[in-house]
């Protein structure tokens, strides 16, 4: 192991130094705290051993320092004649230290103890690597289903990619959702609608309130659909729980279970929050402007008031952040004579179509219109403002 020995009274930091270093450690020793705070941000090591040579209270603050800039560096062992107080034990263990060796120097003890030190540092080694192995599973598990959404419509993994990143701004701006949550909120955001996987396309195209005979059944079923997938994998059963939550709404008349308020976990909140703004933007086509006045028509009835103060928020900073954009989005119906592309319109294959500062004219726009109904471009141009 690479140890630091922090030691005025050369008596005890001797002999550690020679002890630790017979024994296949390499050993840094110094005696000031500030010179030692300076080493350990720029070096890394396994263990730290404070020997007596100055107050308790200076070995507190030194040890609370180094847990606070660096967690890796854990302070260990104490070389103490007595703890002053229980008071002042346990300010040491919140200190990071956790093991104290009362002088004179046993070598025998002190070997012990280092062994002890070695042997949990390897365990939080090996737990550190698994636990990055864990999360680079989940994330890659995430990222694979999302995919799978994307192959099935490309429409719906476009919708789920944008809910997932604004269902995780969301969550980062509400006081109640700790960061430990932000990993599931995004997962369960981007893999919302993946049990829409196998339903008839002519019921996704549709309004729930178009939707006839068993189509309406169908479509409410993907929620279910949507826990059952993820479920059957252990890391993703917290992101099934909100998935299967999504469409439930404040007022008790979501689906599939008809919860309300306080029954519906904040994430399975945030995701529905972010799902409605989407909607509204992306399929409803609402002016930013107006999205306001419809997002008030839902506080307290389809959407918890905080988050429709977070989405007001949200909304608003997307419009400044359009009022600093040189062009804007226009959907094709919304095309009109005499707007001007400001970017190259391009089939999806990566043909070229149109070029950018063409001026657009009753005949381009129907062109333009006419590639989309075929499917070579997409929905949306860039006109100038």
Known sequence: MHILVLGADKSLSGPLEKHLTLWGHTVVVLTDSQRAMETIEATRFDMLIV????????????????????????????????????????RLLDSG??????????????????????????????????????RRNYYQSVQ?????????????????????????????????????????????????????????????KKRRTELAGNEG???????????????QMDLLRPVAR??????????GRGFPDGLKNGQIPIGAAIIAAATLYDDLVHREHTDPKRIPEQLQRCRGYQVRPDLVELLLQANLELMQQENQRLDRMVYMDDLQAGMV??????????????????????????KLKNYYEMGNITNKVFVKK
């Open 217 to 231: 059944v169908l479509y409410r079923s993907h929620c279910e659909r949507g826990e059952a997938i993820l479920g």
């Open 144 to 204: 694979t289903l999302g995919q799978l959404i994307d192959t099935y419509s490309d429409g719906v993994g476009a919708h789920c990619r944008r809910v997932g990143q604004l269902a995780l701004s969301l969550a980062k701006r509400h006081p109640k959702v700790g960061a430990e949550d932000y990993p599931v909120i995004e997962a369960a955001g981007l893999l919302h609608d993946i049990g829409v996987i196998g339903l008839p396309q002519p019921v996704l």
């Open 341 to 366: 592309l400001t970017r190259e319109v391009q089939m999806k294959g990566g043909a070229f179509c149109m070029a950018a500062h063409t001026p657009l004219c009753n005949d381009s726009i129907e």
């Open 242 to 251: 909100l998935v299967r939550m999504h469409h439930e709404q404040y007022n």
């Open 97 to 134: 230290l956790n093991d104290v060796i009362s002088p004179p120097l046993d070598p025998a003890v002190l070997r012990m103890k280092v062994a002890g030190a070695a042997h949990q540092h390897a365990l939080e080694q090996d737990l550190n690597r698994k636990m990055v192995a864990i």
């Open 51 to 90: 020997a007596q040579g100055f107050p308790e209270e200076e070995a507190v603050d030194f040890c609370g320092q180094v847990k606070a800039a660096r967690a890796e560096h854990r302070p260990y062992l104490l070389l103490a004649d007595r703890i002053a107080s229980p008071e002042m034990a346990d």
